[in-house]
């Protein structure tokens, strides 16, 4: 299973593991696989702590970041941050902001300590990513950056590839794969509506083999829908070059999660994922709970778009992690999670999910070897 | 890529094409694979004339026949199909009748010649069903019977399994899966949410490896997302023992259709499919048009449930079918299709589709087994 890809970054099998945990990035990077960093929910002094740990306990191995690199909003590009920020939060109305605190005192979830309601921007704007992508910049062992929304603009491409890291981005439409692979992207993450996150609706068993002829000879990463090495051999047989996981490691032993969420993520079946705007404004796939449902109801407010949505669901997303055991939580936190969340039923370290994959992929090759007739 | 089923039903390839047309159900089985004639839209009496076709034409290779075997109704069980029509056409609104036949004029489908409004029930009641199962039973080499909805009565397994033949039924869920294999079928078709016609909305390659786990003994056959040789490596890598292809024959050269319709299928993307209840009553992925957009909108009636909806649709079904090129039939036509609609670009014979799938399994698989280090 080792492919080009491989040899570019230096690691031993095409695994690479989406997660925002530092402790699962470095256990990924140790088996043989990569870990990339989701840096969307740090600030910039947060990433920096974030990959000064990493870059302390990971060794000479390499890791990767994941941003997202939206367009500039038109008339706001000259603006910091913050002014950003305040401009954004003036288009929020009222009633959406009250809709979503009701839901959350309503199950019991706790005030965040400081008693405020916002979370800020996070890294969703062009604003905000900038500074994110700059830290990882700084890091010699950071050897891949991928781009989670759209083409990255070209200046951020050049920079980055000038400093001999590879770029990539996800794509869930065959039209991406060809925009990614024009703008001259390093390899493309081809993610299917099976998928956790902000996937398309096309399944992952047409979309990969659509992206993978679309975008040669760029290497393609399947995404959505990867548990086991049945399904990792299952992506390479159709032409990918690797696997993209992001559920896979939620519940790993090294991820930081309140028992609470491991547990819902554990016992939730590949039925219980939905599609929701109600978190990030961008249709994102998570489990099913009374706060999807809640925003879908025809009485109720509309999701915004994003990033306005994530000012609204921003300080429930802080607390529904933190106090994700604490009163009915579960039934209004966020969980964004794939529907192979139905195969992942118990909890394994890092190391023995990646040996697991590559044994299930042997094994499953030799099976199918054994179906062809004797020459 | 020779497994037990194919030893059992003395086919060469585990390759099962369900297609409600003659032609493809005998080159199908003839170039190695095995056709199953779905027999849904036929009457007793149609579906009579179209076995004597095949028997006559297959020479002494097997085929399948896929019927629909729903529960009865409850209190209607003893009527005879005539006074079911009867007492279930009373439960349709005038409402609905009106609007789908003012989408089909709009559009400039013709009549249908008797001037008729109806196609009556087909075979979507157990009424209906039974006298297609019988015709089916009378025939030695159809050696296959499929259920597309649900588990079928245990009387009729054993009516089935008593004359030598397999068993099998669809299924888009796990739990599905369960009880198909408690019920003692012989196979059992796991069809991804990518799939044509009533499909669920777990991914292929989510459900596949969950189904062949659940069903174990049982062999389960993958449907949903296969168009390539890749894609069928790609199942039977996550443990299925053959695939089951639908969207593949509707525009092979052997298929019996208007050109207009063969041409929406070859025009249309991955992402021109929608899940709709708008023809059948229940969810069923097809091309997306102005028909599927009307049933959708908030002032227009919501779909019935099955087999209602079905009498309302039952006459747009003749008719864009029949009259598929003329004024803007595709605006309004039944096209239900899965999304690897966006893989099939032009008409191919069904042996070269056959033949392309083998050559494109064993060169995917050539290509996985050089990836491995060599031993």
């Known amino acids: ?176 794969a060809k925009a990614h692979k024009d703008a001259g992207l390093d390899f493309i993450v081809a993610q299917g509506g099976e998928g956790g996150g902000h996937a398309g609706d096309v399944g992952s068993v047409v979309l990969w083999p659509q992206a993978v002829a679309a975008a040669a000879p760029v290497p393609v990463l399947a995404a959505g829908g990867i ?31 309140e028992p609470a969420q491991k547990d819902s993520l554990l016992n939730a079946s590949s039925e219980d994922t939905i599609r929701s705007r109600s978190w990030t404004g961008k249709t994102c796939r998570m489990l099913k709970n009374e706060w999807t449902a809640a925003w879908d109801r025809a009485d109720t407010p509309d999701p915004l778009g994003m990033p306005l949505q994530g000012l609204v669901s921003g300080d429930g997303i802080r607390r529904t992690a933190r106090y994700a055991s604490v009163g009915e939580c579960q039934k209004v936190a966020f969980n964004p999670v794939g529907q192979v969340v139905g195969q992942i039923n118990h909890i394994e370290s890092t190391r023995a999910v990646i040996f697991r994959l590559v044994t299930e992929y042997v094994d499953a090759l030799e099976r199918i070897n054994q179906l062809m007739p004797d020459e």
Request: hydrophobic fraction near 40%.
């Open 1 to 176: 299973m080792y492919t080009e890809i491989c040899k570019k970054l230096g690691i031993e099998y095409p695994i690479f593991a989406f997660t925002h945990c530092r402790d699962v990035v470095v256990a990924v990077s140790k088996a043989g696989g990569i870990g990339v960093l989701g840096a969307v929910g740090f600030s910039p002094e947060e990433l920096k702590e974030e990959l000064d740990w990493i870059d302390e306990h990971i060794g000479d191995l390499p890791y990767g970041v994941d941003i997202v690199i939206p367009q500039k909003y038109e008339g706001m590009g000259d603006m910091s941050p913050e002014e950003l920020e305040k401009e954004l939060w003036k288009m929020v109305p009222q009633e959406h902001i009250d809709f979503a605190q009701k839901l959350l005192t309503d199950a019991g979830v706790p005030e965040w300590p400081d008693g405020t309601h916002s979370m800020g921007l996070l890294g969703w704007t062009e604003a905000t990513a900038t500074p994110l992508l700059m830290e990882a910049l700084t890091r010699p062992k950071c050897k891949l950056i991928a781009n989670a929304l759209g083409t990255p603009p070209a200046d951020k491409v050049k920079m980055i590839q000038d400093g001999g890291r590879l770029v990539g981005a996800l794509c869930g439409r065959v039209k991406q």
């Open 227 to 257: 548990g086991t090495g049945q399904q990792m051999l299952a992506a390479m047989s159709m032409g990918c070059a690797g696997v993209w996981t992001g559920s896979l490691w939620l519940t790993v032993e090294e991820a930081h999660a």
